[in-house]
């Protein structure tokens, strides 16, 4: 199996800042695209950033300039620094892997538990 371990959410004032942290762990062959998406209450489910395993990123605009994803391929981590917080950001953040567990096996989409990040006004 695989698992995906976030941490490092947490309350926050506004203007502050936060860094996630993913571990993906289990049996593991490769790791393709990671991403952070979060979930507000009563909102769907938005992809935050996301990147590649040749470290190609990509932001939701409402990240851009504020948040910076980035990976070690070496550990199987991907982290999230989050800086200029607004209330706006508060949702459950959920990390998300595309992983292949075998060489002859496709990968699929594995997801964290999810950790709360709260800013406060």
Not at 15 to 43: D, E, H, N, V
Not at 54 to 77: C, L, Q
Request: charged residues 15%.
């Amino acid at each position: 199996q695989v698992q995906l371990v976030e941490s490092g959410g947490g309350l926050v004032q506004a203007g502050g800042s936060l860094r996630l942290s993913c571990a993906a762990s289990g049996t593991i062959f490769s790791i393709g695209t990671m991403a952070w998406y979060r979930q507000a209450p009563g909102k769907q489910r938005e992809l935050v950033a996301s990147i590649t395993a040749v470290h190609s990123t990509n932001y939701a605009d409402s990240a851009k300039g504020r948040f910076t994803i980035s990976r070690d391929n070496a550990k199987n981590t991907v982290n999230l620094q989050m800086s200029s917080l607004k209330p706006d950001d508060t949702a459950i953040y959920y990390c998300n892997a595309e992983v292949q567990r075998f060489p002859a096996i496709g990968g699929r989409s594995y997801w964290g538990q999810g950790t709360q990040v709260t800013v406060s006004s």
